[in-house]
């Protein structure tokens, strides 16, 4: 590990980060795809996995990562809450870390955004043992960027940066619905 300094005291440079987002508030994909962004603006080249999400979701992040030639797998079938068969929800959840594990491992990425994989490993469609694994093997100069509730221990601990979003006050609350541009 190289050696930097700041100020007086000296600073690690690692190889990759991981980045967790955890919390009940609102921001935690958003400041994720903040990062998606910034990374394709340094010439990395970005991978997105999002887990819960379905193909019908029509989102602005998607949107730009499609014009910007970001690859994006959204690989869930929605809300685990709406979902007529768990089964097969738990399945694309499975096959979902499967493709994400390949990318973390491929080389091919210095940035992997893993959108909502929390509940892949809450809801125990992945044991957090094997994502820890992943990440842990994943291809040197491949930066991780977890997002999702409850983010298990283990992965906290794993993570070098974890930032945990508190709900204070959303406009949900009132009734208000998810709005275009703001939401999604």
């Known amino acids: 590990m190289n050696l930097a300094t700041s100020g007086s005291a000296p600073m690690a440079l690692a190889d990759s980060l991981v980045l967790v987002n955890t ?22 080249n970005v991978g997105v996995v999002q887990f ?16 910007l030639g970001i690859e994006w797998h959204t690989l869930g079938d929605g809300f685990t809450w709406e979902s007529t068969d768990l089964d097969a929800t738990a399945a694309k959840g499975l096959h979902a870390w499967e493709v994400a594990r390949s990318m973390l491992s491929s080389g091919a990425f210095q940035l992997l955004i893993l959108d909502e994989l929390t509940y892949a490993v809450n809801y125990c469609w992945v044991p957090v043992e094997e994502v820890l694994r992943g990440i842990r093997e994943r291809a040197p100069k491949t930066n991780v960027v977890v997002t999702g509730r409850d983010a298990p221990p283990e992965l906290v601990e794993l993570a070098d940066t ?11 609350d009132r009734g208000v619905k998810a709005r275009k541009g703001i939401e999604y």
């Open 52 to 67: 819960v999400k379905g193909g019908g979701w029509k989102t602005g992040e998607r949107k730009l990562a499609d014009h």
């Open 162 to 172: 974890v930032t945990e979003m508190r709900k204070v006050k959303h406009a949900y």
């Open 23 to 44: 919390g009940h508030g609102k921001g935690k994909s958003s400041a994720a795809f903040g990062v998606m962004c910034r990374g394709w603006a340094r010439g990395w």
